[in-house]
């Protein structure tokens, strides 16, 4: 089953206001990263947060991660049009013999100017 | 932009064609990556590699296979395209020297086969 999981799936949001996607996961973690994708295109990292940190910032993006509670937010502040995207969390596991990252199923953001 | 290059970017073709999809970058990492995604659906992972001659099966099963001569180069290759195999093919790469495996992803392949 997918480690991460995205809420919402979609959102809407006008140009200016602040866009927030969840993402949970299952197993223990040495660390969660942040994806976005333009519509056709692969993927660009925007920021990682290790299993030690509670929360990050870089420039508009704010991250918060809850060990306990196996999850993270992405707060992106004062939305623009460019933001339009999907954005996917992945997680990078704490331990095993062939770690990989797994990706989450996405959250869709529109932006409306 | 990150130095991962895929090309087609766009490839439409007959059942039963065997193609090649080429992935190459110039950052000299060690890991590279194929993903295969579905629009607007979640990454799979179906091959990686550590480094040359070495390529693993990821989790999503697929009939392609990869190769990896050298460590700038891991093409992915479908002897006999299908219907099924419509979906978009992502490349990836990371260095494994890093600590946290950031992934850098090429543009992708659009792929149809009809």
């Known amino acids: 089953s997918q480690q991460g999981e995205e809420d919402p799936q979609a959102l809407s949001i006008q140009e200016g206001e602040n866009a927030t996607m969840n993402c949970s996961y299952k197993?223990?973690?040495?660390?969660l990263q942040w994806y976005r994708q333009n519509s056709g295109r692969g993927l660009v990292h925007l920021i990682l947060i290790r299993s030690n940190e509670r929360e990050k910032h870089s420039g508009r993006l704010r991250v918060t991660l809850d060990t306990s509670k196996k999850s993270s937010s992405l707060l992106i502040t004062a939305s623009r049009a460019a933001d339009t995207a999907s954005y996917f969390c992945a997680t990078f596991p704490f331990s095993g013999s062939a770690r990989q990252l797994t990706f989450g199923s996405g959250t869709q953001l529109t932006v409306l100017p | 932009e990150a130095d991962i290059y895929q090309t087609p970017r766009y490839l439409v073709i007959g059942t039963g064609k065997k193609i090649t999809l080429e992935c190459s970058q110039t950052m000299g990492h060690d890991k590279m990556y194929w993903y295969q995604q579905d629009p607007g659906m979640e990454l799979h992972l179906i091959h990686y590699s550590y480094g040359v001659n070495s390529t693993e099966k990821g989790d999503l099963s697929s009939e392609s296979t990869v190769s990896r001569i050298r460590t700038e180069h891991f093409p992915l290759t479908l002897e006999s395209a299908r219907p099924s195999h419509t979906s978009q093919y992502l490349c990836?790469?990371?260095?494994?020297?890093?600590?946290?495996?950031?992934?850098?992803f090429g543009p992708g392949t659009r792929l149809t086969v009809l």
């Open positions: 197993t223990s973690i040495n660390n």
């Open positions: 990836a790469s990371s260095d494994p020297r890093g600590p946290y495996n950031e992934q850098f």
